[in-house]
């Protein structure tokens, strides 16, 4: 009698333990991102919750990204329009890269330009507040390749873009992910060169800080300046390079955003 009650006793406690474990695996079962294609437009449904809906792409081989959002309609349970907002973030390399509240009024919200590691995986997500309405959004993911931009990753001096005499080449830079980008110059011929970098965001206070290198390793103290919203090009001071001497520079952004700008070397007389 003892030894029934005890094997009883064990195979209850065994199937207790078997059940919690099959919950805790669907507890923490993770619900798969809906894949989105880059440069396609999207219209999506909502019906208001207090999760997420989840949402990835990959960021594509060169150029700039950014998103849309637009909350084209929102109404309540009897079809009326009515006011409200959704909330949008993106993820990037684990960081926060941009987050936003788009409300019905506003029409289209627009984050930065990024210039992203190309093949990574970023995530999108689209949170709706209330649970008695029923959400309309377009959603854009957004590739740009301007002439000449830079390549990533060429945030070392070991994988610095090339500049050319006459060539302007473009950029951008993030102040959220520390981004730096790297160029060099390999001078054609025996002489004066000088380096210019123009800050071209539309609006907004924000700007690039750029450092001259005599080597990979070594500053050039002379030659660190900076370039400002709407100010135009800042050049470098005159700089003597001997036929085939390499001269780096590095830009990065200060201030709260991506600095989009453009880069030029030129020879002086």
């Avoid at 849309?68 to 990037?92: A, P, R």
């Amino acid at each position: 009698m003892k030894k029934s009650f005890l094997t009883g006793v064990k195979a209850a406690l065994l199937s207790c333990a078997f059940a919690a474990a099959i919950f805790a695996g669907a507890k923490t079962e993770a619900k798969a991102a809906t894949q989105l294609n880059v440069n396609q437009e999207y219209f999506l449904d909502f019906e208001g919750r207090n999760e997420s809906y989840d949402y990835q792409f990959t960021s594509p081989a060169k150029g700039t990204t950014h998103i849309e959002v637009t909350l084209t309609s929102l109404t309540n349970k009897s079809g009326e329009e009515c006011w409200g907002d959704i909330y949008t973030k993106m993820i990037y390399d684990y960081r926060t890269m941009w987050d936003e509240y788009t409300y019905t009024e506003r029409g289209m919200d627009c984050s930065e330009k990024f210039s992203l590691n190309p093949g990574k995986t970023v995530q999108l997500s689209i949170k709706c507040g209330s649970k008695e309405h029923h959400y309309k959004v377009r959603l854009k993911i957004v590739n740009e390749v301007p002439t000449r931009f830079e390549t990533e990753y060429n945030g070392s001096a070991s994988k610095a873009d090339s500049l050319k005499v006459k060539k302007d080449a473009s950029g951008v830079v993030t102040s959220v992910d520390k981004d730096v980008d790297w160029y060099v110059f390999k001078a054609p011929k025996t002489g004066y060169y000088k380096f210019s970098v123009v800050n071209t965001e539309p609006e907004g206070w924000c700007g690039v800080h750029v450092e001259g290198y005599k080597s990979k390793n070594k500053v050039d103290s002379n030659n660190c300046w900076y370039s400002y919203q709407g100010k135009g090009w800042e050049s470098s001071k005159k700089i003597k390079l001997k036929k085939g001497k390499k001269y780096y520079i590095k830009i990065s952004d200060f201030g709260y955003k991506s600095v989009s700008y453009k880069v030029r070397v030129k020879k002086c007389k």
